[in-house]
């Protein structure tokens, strides 16, 4: 059984700092894409950040410059490292796998505050 398991998530003022983690088990991620989306409410999901097997990287215009993503394969982790953080940036997040389908974790609670 596949499982994301987010975490790092909080309330923290704007121009403060987050890390988030994703602890994957049931795959190695070493064969996906995996990447971090977000949610805020009255929105769709929306890509964040994303990271391939070889480590080439995307982001979201809003986040770039900001947030930083990073995958362990030998961990089997993936780590969203947020910088100067704004209340637009409030949103649940959400860790993503792709291995022949998606899956995806619980999500996790960040609030940034003005």
């Known amino acids: 059984q596949v499982q994301l398991v987010e975490s790092g998530g909080g309330l923290v003022q704007a121009g403060g700092s987050l890390r988030l983690s994703c602890a994957a088990s049931g795959l190695r991620i070493s064969f996906g894409v995996m990447g971090w989306y977000r949610q805020a409410p009255g929105s769709q999901r929306e890509l964040v950040a994303s990271i391939t097997p070889g480590g080439n990287t995307n982001y979201a215009d809003s986040v770039k410059g900001r947030f930083t993503i990073s995958r362990d394969n030998a961990k089997n982790s993936m780590l969203l490292q947020m910088n100067s953080l704004k209340p637009e940036d409030t949103a649940v997040y959400y860790c993503?796998?792709?291995?022949?389908?998606?899956?995806w974790g619980q999500g996790t609670q960040v609030t940034v505050s003005s």
């Open positions: 993503n796998i792709r291995v022949l389908r998606d899956y």
